[in-house]
């Protein structure tokens, strides 16, 4: 997916899950439940042993079963990493903090990059690098005042939060409200036991509501 592309599904399902686990049924039957629910951006993220492994199996999948879902690597630190992830076909790159390296890179290729970003100098070092979509983390720790601030210097910047959003009306409501243009989201949508009973459908229901929400606010 071309990077004008991905920013566009985001802005139209402007939830992006954020997911890791070493079980490939589990991994699959995760994406399965948010694709269903509606989600079209979802982030796997580069936390474990062998996890570009796990990327590679869901991404081979996901080209076949689940047209128009932009599949993306997470927690992507370098730009080695980043390469190896778009080799087995990520379409977006996302990181904690921002690498000049791997915007090079994603510019290169053309592919969307969403880098961590918790300053205004942060954002604007970004946005001289070609990021679009900045991914304002941690959110539980910067709040929604901290996007909203960004209107009056930086009136043009768009981002993602992740980190301290909630799958509740309140907590998006803060966060949209404040003028975030999506959100990420990862434990709060995949409670441990849920997963360890492999109870997909409670997935699917619970981010069928944030998307509900979300289009609604």
């Known amino acids: 997916m071309s990077r004008l592309a991905l920013y566009q599904t985001i802005r139209q399902v402007p939830l992006v899950p954020v997911f890791y686990h070493p079980d490939d049924e589990i991994c699959l039957g995760v994406v399965s439940a948010c694709y269903k629910a509606g989600v ?25 079963e689940f047209p128009g879902l932009a599949l993306g690597a997470g927690t992507v630190l370098d730009a080695p990493t980043a390469g190896l992830y778009l080799q087995l076909g990520a379409d977006f790159i996302v990181g904690p903090t921002f690498s000049e390296e791997i915007a090079r890179l994603c510019n290169r290729r053309k592919v969307a990059y969403m880098p961590g970003c918790a300053t205004l100098t942060e954002i604007t070092t970004a946005h001289e690098w070609g990021v679009e979509i900045v991914k304002v ?50 434990s709060q949508l995949f409670p441990k036991d849920v997963l360890a009973n492999r109870a997909f459908d409670k997935i699917e229901a619970t981010v069928s509501d944030v998307v509900r929400i979300i289009a609604g606010l």
Not at 52 to 62: D, I, K, M, T
């Open 137 to 186: 983390f941690p959110g539980e720790v910067l709040g929604p005042n901290f996007i909203r601030s960004l209107s009056g210097p930086l009136p043009f910047a768009t981002a993602m939060v992740t980190g301290g959003v909630e799958p509740n009306q309140e907590s998006l409501s803060k966060w949209f409200g404040a003028g975030a243009v999506a959100v990420g989201m990862g």
């Open 40 to 64: 079209r951006a979802f982030e796997f993220t580069n936390r474990g042993d062998f996890a570009h492994e796990r990327f590679a199996n869901l991404s081979r999948v996901c080209s076949r």
